[in-house]
């Protein structure tokens, strides 16, 4: 009987731990893109992700919290140690909120991103060559 009610109590801790949804949409393991901003989101970890600028291949690591319908995203800027907090809120499958739209990444948004990359390196390559070098 004791071995039983331990087992049990380890099977409600392993449930109240595990990787079920938090959200009606649950980000953890997916990348969400911007749809105006060349930027993604990939929610690697069950509270941590990583932002990538695609245009400026720069990244920023990230905290994140989901409860119910508001995705609460969290980052300090490089050298700076002010944490700009935005708040994000589920509506239908994409979360908005201020300047931010993201939906999730899609296989033929591939193509947007080979494009975004296309274009900044043809920008870089203009630069250096109205470099005075």
């Keep these: 009987m004791k071995n039983q009610l331990i087992a049990l109590a380890v099977a409600v801790l392993l449930a109240a731990c595990g990787d079920k949804p938090r959200g009606p949409l649950e980000v953890q393991g997916k990348t969400f893109m911007d749809r105006e901003f060349p930027v993604?989101?990939?929610?690697s970890g069950r509270d941590k992700g990583r932002f990538w600028n695609i245009s400026t291949d720069r990244s920023l690591?990230?905290?994140?919290?989901?409860?119910?319908?508001?995705?609460?995203?969290?980052?300090?800027?490089?050298?700076?140690?002010?944490?700009?907090?935005?708040?994000?809120?589920?509506?239908?499958?994409?979360?908005?909120?201020?300047?931010?739209?993201?939906?999730?990444?899609?296989?033929?948004?591939?193509?947007?991103?080979?494009?975004?990359?296309?274009?900044?390196?043809?920008?870089?390559?203009?630069?250096?060559?109205?470099?005075?070098?």
Excluded at 40 to 43: L, S
Excluded at 99 to 128: C, F, H, N, Y
Aim: glycine share 6%; charged share 40%; net charge negative.
């Design 61 to 133: 690591d990230f905290q994140y919290t989901l409860e119910d319908k508001k995705l609460v995203i969290e980052y300090t800027q490089p050298n700076s140690k002010e944490v700009t907090k935005e708040v994000l809120t589920l509506d239908d499958s994409r979360y908005s909120g201020g300047v931010l739209e993201l939906a999730e990444l899609k296989p033929e948004d591939q193509k947007r991103v080979e494009e975004i990359k296309e274009d900044a390196r043809l920008e870089k390559e203009g630069q250096a060559g109205l470099s005075p070098k």
């Design 40 to 43: 993604q989101f990939e929610f």
